[in-house]
T-cell receptor, first 113, second 114 residues
Framework: DQQVKQNSPSLSVQEGRISILNCDYT??????FLWYKKYPAEGPTFLIS?????DKNEDGRFTVFLNKSAKHLSLHIVPSQPGDSAVYFC????????????FGQGTELSVKP | DTGVSQDPRHKITKRGQNVTFRCDPI?????LYWYRQTLGQGPEFLTY????????KSRLLSDRFSAERPKGSFSTLEIQRTEQGDSAMYLC????????????FGPGTRLTVL
């Protein structure tokens, strides 16, 4: 039972353009969402988060949008840079389960110069 | 750098052997999490500690797996009688108390069971 889904295993974008990574979830008990970036041979690195009381959170080139009615969130990267090439994981935290994270399968982003 | 550290980074073992991994969290973090990641998947939650208390264990954590955090600082994850299906990346993360705090991950221990 995959409660957090990233349906695109990979995404290729030209440098300077926008990258949009999508994530869907099924559990309405999720109320806190995070995006992590992972390079090969390293652990995931926290990027940005959003609480369910908001529908948008922005940090520099990264913006996360949350649509609670659709149970969908997205990460926008503008402008995309070659150094952004990595695997991106969406994660969700159930509000009654102590802070553990439920991860999606990941989307591999490739930003081409 | 005082990030999360894990040891060893790689472990190759034969089926049936026991293995133990260590995680040192960020010093002021009192929550510590263990996850497992297999190829093409995101990390899957295994267990977590608040200080030395183990507060939750996933159904993924069979009786062959045991985790400890004896003094509320470092943690160990032991797998007894390893099986080939245990081959994975084992990730440790730490955070401050409170749900709305991001978890910081270590580099992971890659286990290969032959």
């Amino acid at each position: 039972d995959q409660q957090v889904k990233q349906n695109s295993p990979s995404l290729s974008v030209q440098e300077g353009r926008i990258s949009i990574l999508n994530c869907d979830y099924t559990n309405s008990m999720f109320d806190y969402f995070l995006w992590y970036k992972k390079y090969p041979a390293e652990g995931p690195t926290f990027l940005i988060s959003i609480s369910s009381i908001k529908d948008k959170n922005e940090d520099g080139r990264f913006t996360v949008f949350l649509n609670k009615s659709a149970k969908h969130l997205s990460l926008h990267i503008v402008p995309s840079q070659p150094g952004d090439s990595a695997v991106y994981f969406c994660a969700a935290s159930p509000d009654n389960q102590g802070g553990k994270l439920i991860f999606g399968q990941g989307t591999e982003l490739s930003v081409k110069p | 750098d005082t990030g999360v550290s894990q040891d060893p980074r790689h472990k190759i073992t034969k089926r049936g052997q026991n293995v133990t991994f260590r995680c040192d969290p960020i010093s002021e973090h009192n929550r510590l999490y263990w996850y497992r990641q297999t190829l093409g998947q995101g990390p899957e939650f295994l267990t977590y500690f608040q200080n030395e208390a183990q507060l939750e264990k996933s159904r993924l954590l069979s009786d062959r797996f045991s985790a400890e955090r004896p003094k509320g600082s470092f943690s160990t994850l032991e797998i007894q009688r390893t099986e080939q299906g245990d081959s994975a990346m084992y990730l440790c993360a730490s955070s401050r108390s409170g749900r709305l705090n991001e978890q910081f991950f270590g580099p992971g221990t890659r286990l290969t069971v032959l």
